[in-house]
């Protein structure tokens, strides 16, 4: 198999189905958004100062937006979709998991710390613009409804396990100084 195809030389790209759309169609922003973010994580995933526990999390990320990119590229359901709630699920329990571990937040948090714990939230901000992507699409280009959710809920994820590299590396949190006490 070629890597090229020349479908693109014109500024064209097939979906799922053999759907020829625009490069810069909504829905081609939204998957490639996935592939930003699934990339970036992988650069995450480099760093020689993650716990073997959070690098194996976010190998498995990696394979959960591949699925989620194939499924918003298969919008129309031609094939079955991969995104399966199970998915929503292990995050949420990695959520539970890590927040146990942290003291409660009183006030907004800067994305900071350390390098990593930086990047995670870097990677956080490229997971809610994919979110604002997928909302943007039109409702019947929406596919799975899994995806939106799994996106939403990384997100969370990835704000959490930004504060537990910064705890486990005994590194403070940056505080957003003109906050005050907003969460009790």
């Given amino acids: 198999m070629k890597v090229y195809t020349r479908t693109g030389d014109k500024g ?22 996935i592939d930003e973010l699934n990339s970036f994580i992988g650069m995450i995933i480099a760093s020689p100062n993650l716990t073997e526990e959070i690098r194996s999390d976010l190998f498995e990320i990696q394979q959960l937006l591949f699925d989620c990119g194939t499924d918003v590229a298969n919008a129309d359901g031609k094939i079955p979709y991969r995104t399966q709630e199970k998915a929503i ?13 942290l ?13 990593e714990a930086s990047q995670i939230q870097f990677a956080r901000s490229i997971a809610r613009r994919v ?8 409702t019947a280009e ?4 899994n995806v939106l959710k799994y996106l939403n809920r990384l997100s969370d994820y990835l704000f959490v396990c930004g504060r537990l590299i ?6 403070e949190e940056p505080q957003y100084l003109r906050s005050g006490k907003v969460f009790r």
Avoid at 131 to 138: D, N, S, Y
């Fill in 12 to 33: 064209d790209t097939r979906l799922i189905g053999n759907r020829v759309v625009a490069k810069n169609d909504p829905l081609v922003e939204a998957y490639g958004s």
């Fill in 89 to 101: 699920t292990w995050l949420e329990e990695r959520i539970d998991n890590y927040d146990k571990r």
């Fill in 103 to 115: 003291k409660p937040i009183e006030s907004f948090i800067l994305p900071g710390g350390t390098l």
């Fill in 131 to 138: 979110e604002r992507r997928l909302v943007g699409l039109p």
């Fill in 142 to 145: 929406k596919g799975n409804p």
């Fill in 166 to 171: 910064n705890h486990d590396h005994n590194q």
